[in-house]
């Protein structure tokens, strides 16, 4: 397999406490890998060790080049774009700002992110902190496709959006992964369904399952084990629409 990124025995602390302790897999140079697991296992700190963003060790290599010793911003420039957990758009800077923050190259791609997000050209003047999540996530993915990057890193982009929206954050990620691999973290399994071409599953730390992700999600007791639900009918994640009803 021609892999865009190797990690081998990945360790990670925060504050000196270990929150990843043996992880390691392959991202093919094209499509998507799913990064899975029940909450708190690790995957946010895997994707953040993998960026130097946390104290790590193992072997990470990227492109054929070891970058486990790299500063984050040289990995960045290098060609790893990040669409961090929770978004993180400047809320009071406008969407056009927020974009054009993003830019590191001279010909920066505005023609793609404008063809996939139509929504944040009509917007480009409203600051981002008054945008819906789900347009929120929209900016953060066009930050990271502005550039020209050889793996995008996605931390759970449907988190908390409205079933319609998960919907349209799917599209958008499948048309991104046309022009770049994708390493996706994410929880809604229908959406793992329709884009991941492999999965890597995390628990306690350590990988403890890697291979195709039809063959995961096809295998009931695979998924129950591993992810804690059912691969068929995995539960909605609370939504916008709905959240808060029930209380
Ligand atoms: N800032 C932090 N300080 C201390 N522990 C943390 C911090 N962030 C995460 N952790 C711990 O690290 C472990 C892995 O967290 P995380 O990587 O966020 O998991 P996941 O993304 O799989 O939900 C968890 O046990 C969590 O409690
Ligand atoms: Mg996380």
Sequence with gaps: MNAILTVR????????????????????ATGVTALLGRNGVGKTSTIRGILGLIER?????????????????RIVRGGV???????????????????????????????LVEQLFPDLVQRAGQQAGTLSGGQQQMV???????????????????????PK???????????????????LVEQNLQVVRRLADTAVVVEGGRTVWEGGAAELLDDDELTTRLLGV?????PQQPSESTKGETL
């Design 9 to 28: 025995g990945l360790s990670a602390r925060i504050d000196g406490q270990q929150v990843v302790e043996d992880v390691g897999f392959d991202v093919p």
């Design 57 to 73: 060790q193992g072997k990470v290599i990227f492109d054929g080049v070891r970058i486990d010793s790299e500063r984050t911003h």
């Design 81 to 111: 774009g990040y669409v961090p957990e929770d978004r993180e758009v400047f809320s009071k800077l406008t969407v056009a700002e927020n974009l054009r923050l993003a830019e590191r190259q001279p010909n920066p791609n505005r023609e």
């Design 230 to 234: 059912h691969g068929a009918d995995a």
């Design 140 to 162: 953060s993915l066009a930050r990271a496709l502005l550039n020209d990057n050889r793996l995008l890193l996605v931390d759970e982009p449907t988190k908390g959006l409205a």
């Design 165 to 183: 929206i998960v919907g349209e954050v799917a599209e958008a990620l499948a048309l991104a992964a046309k022009t770049v691999p994708i390493l």
